[in-house]
């Protein structure tokens, strides 16, 4: 969905590397997410955002931290990046007032830490 | 706890042949389901939903669904499958958050 943004697109750092990764969209949804993909594990989520003040961890946060800069914003940071990290990492949105469960999907972002 | 099941990591079936696609839910009280397909190098694309109402739910590119709570599934299907079809499906249920299974890829032969 070209609405929802992730920069960079993909990424190789090195055990250790502290690593931001950005999500922006531009349909004025208040809710953003941000998971991570693995081979035969589907989803899972890391950390939700329903407004620019409610931060929420996911299941699993460890490791991870984000910052919701403003209501289109919103980033994922490896504080000390592991290779267990390597994964397909996407952001999301939802809209509290539309329809609440319906969830639109960034390009994703495949970083590899070596 | 809450879990999303796609009970196969594959599916192939020919062109012009009908698909299901399988997926069952563990969940107390009703849920909401979802359906979502991914395309190589693209992000989750949403393909259909059910909240409440008529148990067969139609959603783009001619898929459907079929909600059953006595079996606890919600498995997709589609009457004539295309070879663009071919993609990772997955499976997702709402229960104070999205939950989804571990996915099924689709490949649909010419």
């Known amino acids: 969905d070209a609405d929802v943004t992730q920069t960079p697109r993909n990424r190789i750092t090195k055990t250790g590397k502290r690593i931001m990764l950005e999500c922006s969209q531009t349909?004025?949804?208040?809710?953003m997410y941000w998971y991570r993909q693995d081979p035969g594990l589907g989803l899972r989520l890391i950390y939700y955002?329903?407004?620019?003040?409610?931060?929420n961890k996911g299941e699993i946060s460890d490791g991870y931290s984000v910052s919701r800069q403003a209501q289109a914003k919103f980033s994922l940071s490896l504080e000390s990046a592991i290779p267990n990290q390597t994964a397909l990492y996407f952001c999301?949105?939802?809209?509290?007032?539309?329809?609440?469960?319906?969830?639109?999907f960034g390009p994703g972002t495949r970083l590899t830490v070596t | 706890a809450q879990s999303v099941a796609q009970p196969e990591d594959q599916v192939n079936v020919a062109e012009g042949n009908p698909l299901t696609v399988k997926c069952t839910y563990s969940?107390?009280?009703?849920?909401?389901l979802f359906w979502y397909v991914q395309y190589p190098n693209r992000g989750l694309q949403f393909l259909l939903k059910?909240?409440?109402?008529?148990?067969l739910v139609k959603g783009s590119y001619g898929f459907e669904a079929e909600f059953n709570k006595s079996q606890t599934s919600f498995h997709l299907k589609k009457p004539s499958a295309l070879v663009s079809d071919s993609a990772l499906y997955f499976c997702?249920?709402?229960?104070?958050?999205?939950?989804f299974g571990t996915g099924t890829r689709l490949l649909v032969s010419p």
């Open positions: 999301a949105t939802s809209d509290r007032n539309r329809d609440p469960y319906e969830q639109y």
């Open positions: 349909k004025g949804h208040d809710r």
């Open positions: 955002s329903f407004d620019v003040k409610d931060i």
């Open positions: 969940v107390s009280g009703n849920p909401y």
């Open positions: 059910y909240i409440t109402g008529d148990n």
């Open positions: 997702a249920a709402h229960f104070q958050k999205l939950v």
